[in-house]
């Protein structure tokens, strides 16, 4: 093996290394965070929230499996619940493509068969697709956020992520009011 090779080898695995020191770093630091903090990796947030906030993160990464590279989507929320009242959902792009968050209610009579059918014919309570900024816009772009804030009854609320109007079943999530 010639010197230059052997730096090069040294060089990516130490760049490896530190990528994956941030990582525990990271999660170890989450894990140790107060109630109520956050540590976010969008290059923006609310500067005004109201009521509960909700974090929303949707993600497109595509994953390698057996030589086959297969789309990934998903949206994952925290906390899945919240009582009554003023709610400010912040929404975070980890993924490549632009995306956008929606929350619509889910009257007690509509099956999961029929959720489908709902999100597709009837308009959202609220949008959040404003890069940086607050309500509906053009797609949140990779690494920032978007935020909506409203206030919910007692009930069952789905959030539907979608990208260039795409949605998958992974990017839904029920959310519950009480």
């Not at 107060?34 to 993600?59: D, F, M, Q």
């Not at 209610?105 to 999100?119: I, Y």
């Not at 959202?124 to 772009?141: F, H, K, T, V, W």
């Amino acid at each position: 093996m010639n010197t230059a090779r052997a730096r090069s080898l040294v060089l990516a695995g130490s760049a490896g290394v530190l990528v994956m020191a941030s990582y525990v770093g990271v999660t170890f630091t989450r894990d140790g965070l107060a109630p109520g903090e956050r540590i976010s990796l969008a290059l923006c947030s609310p500067t005004h929230v109201t009521g509960r906030v909700v974090h929303v993160t949707l993600n497109d990464r595509s994953l390698v499996m057996l030589a086959a590279t297969v789309m990934a989507p998903s949206l994952s929320v925290s906390p899945t619940s919240v009582p009554s009242g003023a709610v400010t959902f912040v929404a975070t792009n980890v993924g490549a493509m632009r995306h956008s968050l929606s929350v619509w209610p889910v009257p007690t009579d509509v099956s999961t068969s029929e959720l489908a059918h709902l999100v597709s014919s009837s308009p959202s309570l609220a949008q959040a697709s404003s890069s940086c900024g607050e309500g509906p816009g053009r797609g949140i772009a990779p690494g920032q956020s978007s935020w909506t804030s409203l206030t919910l009854t007692p009930g069952t609320y789905v959030l539907v992520g979608d990208s260039r109007g795409a949605t998958s079943s992974a990017m839904t999530s029920e959310f519950h009011v009480s």
